[in-house]
T-cell receptor, first 110, second 113 residues
Framework: NAGVTQTPKFRVLKTGQSMTLLCAQDMNHEYMYWYRQDPGMGLRLIHYSVGEGTTAKGEVPDGYNVSRLKKQNFLLGLESAAPSQTSVYFC?????????FGSGTRLTVV | GENVEQHPSTLSVQEGDSAVIKCTYSDSASNYFPWYKQELGKRPQLIIDIRSNVGEKKDQRIAVTLNKTAKHFSLHITETQPEDSAVYFCAAQIKAAGNKLTFGGGTRVLVKP
């Protein structure tokens, strides 16, 4: 099925560890986004990309890095995880028919 | 950047009654306004959207209105049902700014049978 796939779905990290979240879309969309959602809050934009090889900062970029080496993939990296990064992370892509969201990654940093 | 405010944060209604959620946005360049429904542990699901050249749009029990002058838009759910219970988010998009979506803080709707 066409859509946005996020891996992993769940992860527990220790403070200071690093990890990469992968977002893959098969709709040939140019635009891709990483959001975080904290309990009881709306989604906040971390970083986004307007095409292969491009990245830009969103509303809450500190502590995260991203890469878009291939059009279909958008990677979100945490170099040194902190408890404040405990959240649910959603990836999304945008095309002619609007936004498509992935199913989310629940990350806990202990 | 864009700022979207959403009210109320919680809304409890009796089954069959109407529910109204209101949002305001700050950037007059915003031109697309989707509404999402999110159930616990799930991804946001688009339920209705409206573009800046339209004042109102309806889809069965759901309607959205947009007032560009006042920079606010509203979601109306009529004849509410228990399955309408969820968190609803409004959002605003600026096409010229990478098509970024800015979300409101959400409204938790509880429909009591």
């Amino acid at each position: 099925n066409a859509g946005v796939t996020q891996t992993p779905k769940f992860r527990v990290l220790k403070t200071g560890q690093s990890m990469t979240l992968l977002c893959a879309q098969d709709m040939n969309h140019e635009y891709m986004y990483w959001y975080r959602q904290d309990p009881g809050m709306g989604l906040r934009l971390i970083h986004y990309s307007v095409g292969e090889g491009t990245t830009a900062k969103g509303e809450v970029p500190d502590g995260y890095n991203v890469s878009r080496l291939k059009k279909q993939n958008f990677l979100l990296g945490l170099e040194s995880a902190a408890p404040s990064q405990t959240s649910v992370y959603f990836c999304a892509s945008f095309g002619a028919y609007g936004y498509t969201f992935g199913s989310g990654t629940r990350l806990t940093v202990v | 950047g864009e700022n979207v405010e959403q009210h109320p944060s919680t809304l409890s209604v009796q089954e069959g009654d109407s529910a109204v959620i209101k949002c305001t946005y700050s950037d007059s360049a915003s031109n697309y306004f989707p509404w999402y429904k999110q159930e616990l542990g799930k991804r946001p699901q688009l339920i209705i959207d409206i573009r800046s050249n339209v004042g109102e749009k309806k889809d069965q029990r759901i309607a959205v209105t947009l007032n560009k002058t006042a920079k606010h838009f509203s979601l109306h759910i009529t004849e509410t049902q228990p399955e309408d219970s969820a968190v609803y988010f409004c959002a605003a998009q600026i096409k010229a700014a990478g098509n970024k979506l800015t979300f409101g803080g959400g409204t938790r709707v509880l429909v009591k049978p």
